[in-house]
């Protein structure tokens, strides 16, 4: 089942950009963190596809706001006492914002999830062209 994408006016994109940008790749701040993210682009589509493995589609917020893809979630831990010797899997909270380089059509932008990859397509539009009268 595809992801809905909303548009959000709640929060600023100026908040949400310095909020992910305490993150560094897969380092923690304040508890939040950045999964691994390939943005790219083909002749007709911009693409973001995010790892995002053991998180279940439900507890995944996609939005839209002034040119930034926002991606928030939580990935659950199972709650049981134990001793680590390698910890390189993140738990909690996480967040990733992406600027799209162009013009979209984000009604007909779809976003799934499957695999543990959350793909998100959004179809580019032609600019608007501005007739210039002599």
Known sequence: ???VIRRTETVTVTDKRREVSRTVGWQLTNGLWS???DVYETDTHYVVRVELA???ETDLEI???SGILVITGVRSDIPERRAYH??????G???TAIGVPGAIDLDTSVAEYAD???MVRMPKTK????EIED
Do not use: D, W
């Not at 600019?127 to 501005?130: C, G, I, L, P």
């Open 116 to 118: 543990g990859f959350l």
């Open 93 to 95: 909270k996480f967040s």
């Open 54 to 56: 053991g998180i279940r």
């Open 35 to 37: 999964p691994p993210t």
């Open 127 to 130: 600019a608007t062209e501005v």
């Open 86 to 91: 390698q910890m390189e899997i993140h738990f």
């Open 1 to 3: 089942m595809p992801t």
């Open 63 to 65: 939005s839209f706001e």
